[in-house]
């Protein structure tokens, strides 16, 4: 993949091979709760792409890139963990070397009317984005890919 590239990872309703989602997982805010999550994924075999968990207003929440969004949520639930939503999610590389590539990328979504709901990086150095509108925002990033690769 090159540094303009973008991938839009659709949900996978077809039984075929699943796809990178986004799961938003609601944890308690106290010691021992990510390490429960993870526990739950880990003895599930899944594996977490990329992520984050916050505080926020004294609760935990969590976001993180798996391959198998409805797995994920599965081997959570049955672990006592409350699942806020599996989303599908756009993949976009940004060029490091040029400063202002995310306020950019970001003004666009916001310019075609696309709010980015959740924003983090995975474990291969791409940007994720969870927006509301996921066909405008593909339409953006794949236009943001066609002009940085011509660039």
Not at 35 to 55: D, K, P
Not at 85 to 92: A, C, F, I, P, S
Request: charged share 20%; with cysteine.
């Amino acid at each position: 993949m090159s540094a303009t590239d973008v991938v839009t990872i659709p949900a996978d309703t077809s039984g075929r091979t699943p796809f990178m989602q986004d799961i938003a997982i609601q944890l308690e805010h106290a010691p021992g709760a990510l390490a429960a999550m993870g526990a739950a994924l880990g003895g599930a075999g899944i594996s977490v792409e990329g992520g984050g968990a916050f505080a926020v207003d004294g609760r935990g929440v969590a976001h993180f890139l798996v391959i198998d969004g409805a797995a994920a949520a599965g081997a959570l639930e049955a672990a006592g963990f409350l699942i806020r939503g599996v989303r599908d999610v756009l993949l976009q590389r940004l060029d490091q070397s040029q400063p202002g590539q995310l306020g950019k990328l970001c003004g666009r979504m916001a310019d075609a009317g696309v709010n980015i709901e959740v924003l983090y990086s995975d474990h291969d150095n791409q940007l994720v984005l969870v927006v509301d509108d996921i066909g405008k925002g593909r339409a953006v990033s794949e236009a943001w890919a066609r002009e940085s690769a011509a660039a």
